[in-house]
C-alpha cells in the first residue's frame, strides 16, 4: 500500500472530523463533570494527580495536560480555592512547586471519575473492544508525529496516556462493588 500518495480531501476531511469528534466529546464529558461543580479541565487536572499517585510539579503537570503553565496554574488556584488541591513546595529546590491531591480532592475524583468513565463508554459505544484498541493506537501514532513535527519529546505524553490508565485501574480497583 503506498502510503505517500494521499488525497487532501481525505487528509483534511480526516482532520476535520478528528477535531470535531474531539470537541464534541470534550463538551459532552464537561456536560457530565459540570453537574458536580467542576468543569472537564479541572477534572483533568485531578485524573492525572490521582493517576501520578504523587505530587507533581506545575511544569510537568502542564505537559501532561497539554497546556500552557498559565494555564495549569489558573486552573490549580481554582481547585485549591475549593480544597481539592493544595501546593507543597519541593524539600530540594524551594523554587519548585509541586501539587498534591487534597483529601477532599480525593473524594471528588471519587465522583467523577466514574461518572467520565461511563460517559466515555457511551461515546464509544459503537467501537467494539478491537476497534477501540485499534482507534487508541492510531490516535496514539497521530499525537507521536505530531510531536516530532513540533520538535517536542514525546515522553511526557506516553507518560500522561499511561498515568490516566492508571488512574482507571486505581479506581476500578477500589470502586466500591455495587449490587
Known amino acids: 500500500m503506498d502510503t505517500t500518495q494521499r488525497d487532501g480531501a481525505d487528509l483534511f476531511g480526516t482532520w476535520t472530523l478528528l477535531h470535531q469528534a474531539y470537541l464534541l466529546t470534550y463538551k459532552y464529558l464537561d456536560q457530565i463533570v459540570s453537574r458536580l461543580g467542576v468543569s472537564q479541565a479541572q477534572a483533568s487536572v485531578l485524573l492525572v494527580l490521582k493517576g501520578a499517585d504523587e505530587p507533581l510539579p506545575l511544569s510537568r503537570l502542564a505537559r501532561y495536560l497539554v497546556q500552557e503553565a498559565q494555564s495549569v496554574t489558573s486552573l ?44 466515555c463508554g457511551e461515546v464509544f459505544t459503537g467501537l467494539s473492544a478491537r476497534e477501540l484498541k485499534e482507534f487508541g493506537q492510531l490516535c496514539g501514532k497521530v499525537r507521536s508525529r505530531s510531536a516530532d513535527l513540533m520538535g517536542m519529546d514525546r515522553a511526557p505524553f506516553e507518560k500522561a496516556t499511561e498515568t490516566l490508565r492508571c488512574a482507571a485501574k486505581t479506581y476500578e480497583e477500589h470502586a466500591p462493588v455495587s449490587s
Not at 101 to 116: C, Q, S, V, Y
Open 76 to 119: 490549580v488556584d481554582r481547585l485549591e480555592l475549593r480544597g481539592f488541591v493544595k501546593r507543597v513546595p519541593d524539600q530540594r529546590d524551594r523554587r519548585v512547586i509541586h501539587v498534591e491531591l487534597t483529601p477532599e480532592g480525593h473524594k471528588m475524583f471519587d465522583e467523577i471519575f466514574p461518572r467520565a468513565l461511563n460517559g
